[in-house]
Structure formats: structure tokens, C-alpha cells
């Protein structure tokens, strides 16, 4: 996905403070995906994988719709306790 259709179903600089408030470590960072059905990208700072994740639609840092928020939180709940280099945990809580 290219920066211009990122911001139009995100918001990467809300996605980015995020990203940093949940303490992920100084080898870590935050980059668009390579995938053209994904938002965002992490490398895992051990394996150096990339985790891919956010699908194209908007998110809730785009469409701040609380009812939204909510059915999606409340529809991957497990999501929340994952572990922090999975697309899932990623989506969770750095999209909604």
C-alpha cells in the first residue's frame, strides 16, 4: 500500500504513537506494508520477520466510530492477549 491510500483509511502518525506507547524496544520500528492488502509492517526484532498487518478498510484512527471500535474489540476480544508480534495483537491495538 502507497502513503497516499495509507492515509486514507489511517492514520499512521496516531498508529505510530501507538506504537510507541506500548513500549515496543529500540530495535524495533513500524513501516507501510509491502503487501498491497496490508496497512502496516513490523520486523521482529529476533527472527527478523515481518509481520504484515491492518487490511485496506478504515480503521478507528481513520473513522473514530465508537460503535465500530467497540464490535470489533468486542469480536476479538483473544486478540488482546496474543503475542505482541502477531498481525492480530498488532490490529488490536494499534488500529482500533
Not at 502507497?2 to 513500524?30: A, H, W
Not at 515481518?50 to 473513522?63: I, L
Amino acid at each position: 500500500m502507497q502513503l497516499k491510500e495509507l492515509v486514507k483509511v489511517s492514520s499512521p502518525k496516531e498508529v505510530y504513537n501507538k506504537f510507541i506507547e506500548l513500549g515496543y524496544d529500540k530495535y524495533t520500528n513500524i513501516y507501510i506494508s509491502t503487501r498491497k492488502d496490508k496497512k502496516y509492517m513490523v520486523m521482529h526484532p529476533i527472527t527478523n520477520k515481518k509481520v504484515h498487518f491492518g487490511s485496506t478498510m478504515e480503521d478507528y484512527t481513520k473513522h473514530k466510530d465508537n460503535v465500530r471500535r467497540n464490535a470489533f474489540l468486542k469480536r476479538n476480544a483473544k486478540w488482546a492477549k496474543a503475542d505482541k508480534y502477531t498481525s492480530a495483537y498488532l490490529s488490536y491495538n494499534l488500529l482500533w
